[in-house]
């Protein structure tokens, strides 16, 4: 699954968690692959039949309207459902203005096969089984440790997870002298032993129960990270996912994020990491050669018409959609951004302030891929999760660009 296809998926589960219905009368359909879609149209009828007793009325039109649509766009299928299956989310969601529902429907097939038959009638969908499919596979454990404490962490995508923290109890310096300095030495040791037990312990509790696990990296300063990962403590199903060790300059959480941005060519495969550079790129640029950069909507979009974009970014957290309505009153057709659903039910026709019928809708990120793809640009999409993802959003509006070469310029 590309990037932009996970991009989509994602934003349409989060838009489906987000609906509810007034009752229970949205309509959720897991389909397992090969399975023959007459069965299934079958069995729809039946729960039609069932729901024909629902005794609310706006209850029971809502839900029979939800499965005579959905065995409407099943008989426009083949006989049998694709090879992952098909996903469908059906029914009557609130738009956001009091007293307006409207009958929606999604079909899809899922980025892998569906193994399971589900059917659900609710006030919410059920999205659980296809979160499951988009998880992120890129999953990292991460360990900072020194003689004071250690932090593991887990990262997952763009996402840094801090998972626990210890402290070790070892003393970190004596005053003794002659035979007394010895024995304290040894007692100190002896701490330290117990508290690597206790950081192998930690570590194989959180890291082994990750099935997706690819890699670890330990940092931390000083000796402590070597005498840990040379020692016997790490279970031996860890030891041989150790990608390195890497020295840094804190510990504690602090230390999580700096052994991240140390450790960028261990984790060179991370979504983190690779988004981290694309963004470090645009700022350089910015700091030092800015006419190579563009930002802003319209600016990228003009940049990208005359085909100086070499690569677009674009931050996941860009919602907003592209609508081309026209007015009721005046028949004047135009186009519109929108950044909710309650803003697109409110449009009013620029020309004469009527009433507006929306004829299309999509999202603004998808667009502008769309026209960077045409114009041979290459496209990021930008997770807030990181320092210079939230700054893209907040600074930049979501949309940036590194140019090819400078078209304001009066050489081109």
């Known amino acids: 699954m590309s ?5 989509r998926l994602d934003r349409l589960i989060k838009e489906l968690k987000s609906k509810k219905g007034r009752g229970t009368e949205l309509v959720t359909l897991y389909i397992p692959a090969g399975k023959r879609l007459d069965e299934v149209v079958s069995m729809l009828r039946q729960e039609y039949a069932q729901a024909s007793n629902i005794k609310d009325r706006t209850t029971r039109h809502h839900v029979l309207d939800a499965l005579t649509t959905i065995m409407q766009r099943l008989k426009m299928l083949g006989p049998k459902a694709p090879p992952n299956g098909l996903v469908v989310f059906c029914g009557y969601v609130d738009i956001g203005i009091p007293g307006r529902e409207e009958l929606e429907i999604h079909l899809l097939e899922p980025p892998e096969p569906v193994k399971t038959w589900l059917y659900r009638c609710d006030s919410r969908f059920y999205t659980e089984i296809l979160e499951d499919m988009i998880r992120e596979k890129d999953v990292y454990g991460l360990l900072v440790i ?3 404490e250690a932090t593991f962490a887990i990262l997952r995508g763009t996402n840094i997870e801090i998972v626990e923290s210890i402290t070790s109890g070892v003393p970190s310096k004596h005053h003794k002298g002659g035979q007394s300095a010895r024995r304290f030495q040894r007692i100190i040791e002896q ?6 037990k206790r950081v192998g312990e930690y570590a194989k509790r959180i890291f082994l129960t990750v099935p997706e696990l690819k890699g670890i990296v330990i940092g931390g300063p000083g000796p402590t990270k070597n005498e840990f990962f040379e020692g016997d403590y790490l279970d031996y199903r860890l030891k041989g996912k150790v990608l390195g060790l890497v020295d840094i300059g804190y510990s504690g959480e602090e230390g999580i994020y700096e052994l991240v941005k140390r450790a960028d060519s261990l984790l060179r495969d991370a979504r983190y990491v ?10 350089d640029y910015l700091a030092r050669r800015s006419e190579l950069v563009a930002y802003g909507e319209k600016e990228v979009r003009e940049m990208i018409r005359l085909g100086a974009v070499e690569v677009l970014m674009l931050s996941e957290a860009l919602s907003d959609k592209i609508v081309k309505a026209e007015c009721t009153s005046c028949r004047k057709r ?3 951004r929108v950044r909710s659903e309650k803003e697109k039910y409110e449009l009013r026709c620029p020309h004469c302030k009527g009433p507006v019928k929306v004829l ?3 999202l603004l990120i998808e667009e502008l891929i769309e026209e960077a793809t045409k114009m041979g640009a290459r496209v990021e999409l930008i997770s807030p999760n990181t320092e210079e993802g939230e700054m893209l959003i907040k600074t930049f509006g979501g949309i940036c660009a590194i140019l090819r070469f400078n ?6």
């Open 3 to 7: 990037d932009l296809e996970r991009f």
């Open 146 to 148: 020194d003689r004071s």
């Open 191 to 196: 701490l330290a032993h117990e508290y690597y």
């Open 274 to 283: 690779r988004e981290r550079a694309i963004m470090q790129r645009f700022l």
């Open 334 to 336: 135009f186009k519109a």
């Open 360 to 362: 299309e809708e999509r």
């Open 407 to 412: 078209p304001r310029s009066s050489r081109y």
